[in-house]
Protein backbone atom coordinates (compact mmCIF):
# COMPACT_ATOMS: atom_id res chain seq x y z
CA UNK A 1 0.00 0.00 0.00
CA UNK A 2 1.79 3.70 -0.91
CA UNK A 3 1.89 6.49 1.28
CA UNK A 4 -0.57 8.52 -0.50
CA UNK A 5 -3.49 5.24 -0.01
CA UNK A 6 -2.48 5.15 3.74
CA UNK A 7 -2.84 9.18 4.18
CA UNK A 8 -6.24 9.05 2.29
CA UNK A 9 -8.51 6.83 4.26
CA UNK A 10 -11.23 8.43 1.72
CA UNK A 11 -10.82 8.10 -1.65
CA UNK A 12 -13.38 8.95 -4.38
CA UNK A 13 -12.77 8.80 -8.12
CA UNK A 14 -15.62 9.56 -11.09
CA UNK A 15 -18.66 8.84 -8.79
CA UNK A 16 -22.00 9.03 -10.40
CA UNK A 17 -25.47 7.36 -9.18
CA UNK A 18 -28.21 7.16 -11.46
CA UNK A 19 -31.81 5.32 -10.40
CA UNK A 20 -34.83 4.45 -12.37
CA UNK A 21 -37.49 6.45 -13.48
CA UNK A 22 -40.90 6.51 -15.34
CA UNK A 23 -39.46 9.26 -17.34
CA UNK A 24 -36.26 7.66 -17.61
CA UNK A 25 -32.61 7.51 -16.24
CA UNK A 26 -32.34 10.47 -13.19
CA UNK A 27 -28.71 11.03 -12.45
CA UNK A 28 -28.38 11.84 -8.78
CA UNK A 29 -24.73 12.44 -8.49
CA UNK A 30 -22.37 12.90 -11.33
CA UNK A 31 -18.06 12.48 -11.50
CA UNK A 32 -17.45 13.61 -7.88
CA UNK A 33 -13.81 13.09 -7.12
CA UNK A 34 -11.83 14.34 -3.95
CA UNK A 35 -9.98 12.63 -0.95
CA UNK A 36 -10.14 12.63 2.64
CA UNK A 37 -6.79 12.06 5.12
CA UNK A 38 -6.88 9.66 8.23
CA UNK A 39 -8.26 11.97 10.78
CA UNK A 40 -9.89 14.82 9.02
CA UNK A 41 -13.28 16.43 9.74
CA UNK A 42 -15.56 16.86 6.65
CA UNK A 43 -18.76 18.49 6.17
CA UNK A 44 -20.79 17.46 3.21
CA UNK A 45 -23.64 20.74 2.67
CA UNK A 46 -25.94 21.46 0.27
CA UNK A 47 -29.65 22.44 -0.66
CA UNK A 48 -32.38 19.58 -0.13
CA UNK A 49 -32.36 17.11 -3.08
CA UNK A 50 -28.78 17.71 -4.03
CA UNK A 51 -27.51 14.54 -3.38
CA UNK A 52 -25.40 14.87 -0.40
CA UNK A 53 -27.32 12.19 1.61
CA UNK A 54 -27.01 9.56 -1.48
CA UNK A 55 -23.42 10.67 -1.36
CA UNK A 56 -22.78 9.46 2.18
CA UNK A 57 -24.34 6.05 1.57
CA UNK A 58 -21.86 5.59 -1.34
CA UNK A 59 -19.34 6.42 0.83
CA UNK A 60 -20.19 4.20 3.49
CA UNK A 61 -21.16 1.56 1.29
CA UNK A 62 -24.64 1.83 2.01
CA UNK A 63 -25.38 2.05 -1.76
CA UNK A 64 -23.70 1.25 -4.78
CA UNK A 65 -22.71 3.52 -7.78
CA UNK A 66 -23.39 3.33 -11.00
CA UNK A 67 -19.79 4.51 -12.23
CA UNK A 68 -16.47 5.70 -10.64
CA UNK A 69 -15.89 4.19 -7.26
CA UNK A 70 -14.88 4.79 -3.56
CA UNK A 71 -11.91 3.47 -1.61
CA UNK A 72 -12.37 3.09 1.73
CA UNK A 73 -9.10 2.61 3.74
CA UNK A 74 -7.59 0.65 0.77
CA UNK A 75 -10.48 -1.13 -0.33
CA UNK A 76 -12.61 -0.59 -3.43
CA UNK A 77 -15.96 -0.71 -2.86
CA UNK A 78 -17.45 -1.40 -5.92
CA UNK A 79 -15.00 -4.62 -6.59
CA UNK A 80 -16.94 -6.01 -2.94
CA UNK A 81 -20.29 -7.88 -3.11
CA UNK A 82 -22.72 -6.83 -0.49
CA UNK A 83 -20.97 -9.34 2.62
CA UNK A 84 -17.97 -7.90 1.65
CA UNK A 85 -19.18 -4.40 2.14
CA UNK A 86 -20.98 -5.34 5.27
CA UNK A 87 -17.45 -6.43 6.77
CA UNK A 88 -15.66 -3.55 5.71
CA UNK A 89 -18.79 -1.40 7.41
CA UNK A 90 -18.05 -3.64 10.38
CA UNK A 91 -14.27 -3.32 10.81
CA UNK A 92 -13.89 0.48 10.04
CA UNK A 93 -17.28 2.19 9.92
CA UNK A 94 -19.17 4.05 12.82
CA UNK A 95 -22.37 5.76 11.72
CA UNK A 96 -24.84 7.76 13.56
CA UNK A 97 -28.26 8.32 11.92
CA UNK A 98 -30.45 11.33 12.57
CA UNK A 99 -32.68 9.14 13.52
CA UNK A 100 -30.85 7.83 16.29
CA UNK A 101 -31.83 4.14 14.87
CA UNK A 102 -31.75 2.54 18.30
CA UNK A 103 -32.88 -1.20 19.27
CA UNK A 104 -36.26 0.12 21.46
CA UNK A 105 -36.43 -3.33 23.41
CA UNK A 106 -32.92 -2.99 24.26
CA UNK A 107 -31.25 -0.77 27.13
CA UNK A 108 -28.84 1.75 26.70
CA UNK A 109 -25.71 -0.51 26.98
CA UNK A 110 -26.90 -3.24 25.13
CA UNK A 111 -27.53 -1.00 22.28
CA UNK A 112 -23.94 0.15 22.79
CA UNK A 113 -22.66 -2.99 23.09
CA UNK A 114 -24.90 -4.90 20.13
CA UNK A 115 -21.83 -4.35 16.58
CA UNK A 116 -19.17 -5.14 18.51
CA UNK A 117 -20.98 -8.40 20.07
CA UNK A 118 -22.33 -9.37 15.95
CA UNK A 119 -17.90 -8.95 15.74
CA UNK A 120 -17.53 -11.48 18.34
CA UNK A 121 -15.61 -9.16 20.92
CA UNK A 122 -15.54 -10.52 23.85
CA UNK A 123 -14.93 -7.02 25.92
CA UNK A 124 -18.08 -5.72 24.29
CA UNK A 125 -19.47 -4.90 27.59
CA UNK A 126 -16.08 -2.95 29.11
CA UNK A 127 -16.21 -0.90 26.26
CA UNK A 128 -19.63 0.03 26.22
CA UNK A 129 -19.86 1.05 29.61
CA UNK A 130 -16.55 3.16 28.98
CA UNK A 131 -17.75 4.56 26.21
CA UNK A 132 -21.18 5.92 27.77
CA UNK A 133 -19.48 7.22 30.71
CA UNK A 134 -17.31 9.59 27.72
CA UNK A 135 -20.57 10.42 26.68
CA UNK A 136 -22.13 11.30 30.07
CA UNK A 137 -24.73 8.51 30.43
CA UNK A 138 -22.87 6.53 33.07
CA UNK A 139 -26.42 6.70 34.76
CA UNK A 140 -28.47 5.78 32.15
CA UNK A 141 -27.04 2.17 31.26
CA UNK A 142 -30.06 0.20 31.67
CA UNK A 143 -32.90 2.61 30.37
CA UNK A 144 -34.68 1.74 27.38
CA UNK A 145 -34.83 4.51 24.27
CA UNK A 146 -38.20 4.97 25.35
CA UNK A 147 -37.17 6.04 28.92
CA UNK A 148 -34.14 8.59 26.97
CA UNK A 149 -34.75 12.40 25.84
CA UNK A 150 -34.29 12.89 22.03
CA UNK A 151 -30.67 13.98 23.64
CA UNK A 152 -29.68 10.86 25.43
CA UNK A 153 -30.85 8.96 22.66
CA UNK A 154 -28.42 10.58 19.93
CA UNK A 155 -26.03 10.08 22.98
CA UNK A 156 -26.59 6.23 22.71
CA UNK A 157 -25.79 6.24 19.09
CA UNK A 158 -22.70 7.95 19.36
CA UNK A 159 -21.14 6.02 21.90
CA UNK A 160 -22.61 2.94 19.31
CA UNK A 161 -20.76 4.31 16.79
CA UNK A 162 -17.51 4.73 18.28
CA UNK A 163 -17.73 0.96 19.83
CA UNK A 164 -14.96 -0.93 18.25
CA UNK A 165 -13.00 2.10 17.46
CA UNK A 166 -13.84 2.74 13.94
CA UNK A 167 -11.13 4.41 11.74
CA UNK A 168 -14.24 6.61 10.16
CA UNK A 169 -17.29 7.98 11.27
CA UNK A 170 -20.31 9.04 9.15
CA UNK A 171 -22.64 11.43 10.52
CA UNK A 172 -26.16 12.30 8.84
CA UNK A 173 -27.53 15.52 9.92
CA UNK A 174 -26.54 13.93 13.54
CA UNK A 175 -27.90 16.85 15.40
CA UNK A 176 -31.47 18.08 13.12
CA UNK A 177 -34.11 16.24 15.59
CA UNK A 178 -32.96 18.18 18.96
CA UNK A 179 -33.58 21.18 20.45
CA UNK A 180 -30.50 23.79 20.28
CA UNK A 181 -28.99 23.01 23.67
CA UNK A 182 -28.71 19.15 22.85
CA UNK A 183 -28.04 19.69 19.55
CA UNK A 184 -24.64 21.81 20.17
CA UNK A 185 -23.91 19.09 22.90
CA UNK A 186 -24.15 16.68 20.19
CA UNK A 187 -22.49 18.01 18.02
CA UNK A 188 -19.36 19.42 20.00
CA UNK A 189 -19.33 15.58 21.62
CA UNK A 190 -18.57 14.07 18.18
CA UNK A 191 -15.72 16.09 17.44
CA UNK A 192 -14.69 15.89 20.96
CA UNK A 193 -14.25 12.28 20.11
CA UNK A 194 -12.81 12.81 16.58
CA UNK A 195 -9.90 14.51 18.11
CA UNK A 196 -9.63 11.84 21.01
CA UNK A 197 -9.76 8.93 18.72
CA UNK A 198 -8.16 10.02 15.76
CA UNK A 199 -11.03 9.22 14.14
CA UNK A 200 -12.26 10.55 10.27
CA UNK A 201 -15.57 12.43 10.89
CA UNK A 202 -17.89 13.25 7.52
CA UNK A 203 -21.10 14.06 8.04
CA UNK A 204 -23.89 15.78 6.06
CA UNK A 205 -25.27 19.23 8.02
CA UNK A 206 -28.20 22.36 6.86
CA UNK A 207 -26.37 23.68 9.07
CA UNK A 208 -23.34 26.18 7.90
CA UNK A 209 -22.01 26.92 11.63
CA UNK A 210 -21.76 23.18 12.11
CA UNK A 211 -19.81 22.71 8.73
CA UNK A 212 -17.67 25.32 9.61
CA UNK A 213 -16.01 23.43 12.66
CA UNK A 214 -15.03 21.03 10.04
CA UNK A 215 -11.48 21.20 8.45
CA UNK A 216 -13.10 20.93 4.93
CA UNK A 217 -16.37 21.62 3.30
CA UNK A 218 -17.39 19.52 0.31
CA UNK A 219 -20.52 22.22 -1.89
CA UNK A 220 -22.59 19.88 -3.67
CA UNK A 221 -25.34 21.58 -6.00
CA UNK A 222 -27.35 19.69 -8.08
CA UNK A 223 -25.70 16.32 -7.83
CA UNK A 224 -22.25 17.93 -8.16
CA UNK A 225 -19.22 18.89 -6.32
CA UNK A 226 -19.44 22.29 -6.94
CA UNK A 227 -16.30 23.20 -4.65
CA UNK A 228 -14.26 22.65 -1.11
CA UNK A 229 -13.56 25.28 0.89
CA UNK A 230 -11.77 25.11 4.50
CA UNK A 231 -13.79 25.65 7.80
CA UNK A 232 -12.34 27.51 10.73
CA UNK A 233 -10.57 24.80 12.01
CA UNK A 234 -8.18 23.77 9.11
CA UNK A 235 -5.38 25.59 10.50
CA UNK A 236 -5.61 24.36 13.89
CA UNK A 237 -4.00 21.82 15.49
Avoid: W
Avoid at 101 to 109: E, R
Avoid at 139 to 161: D, F, K, N, T, W
Amino acid sequence: MSVLSQLNVIRVSGLTKRVSTLEGSLTILSDINFSVKSGESVAIVGASGSGKSTLLSLLAGLDVASQGDVHLDGEALSKLDEEARARVRAEKIGFVFQSFMLVQSLTALENVMLPAELAGDHDARAQAIELLEKVGLSHRLEHYPSQLSGGEQQRVAIARAFIGSPKILFADEPSANLDSKNGHLIENLLFDLNKQNGTTLVLVTHDEQLAKQCQRILHIEGGQLEKISEGVTANVG
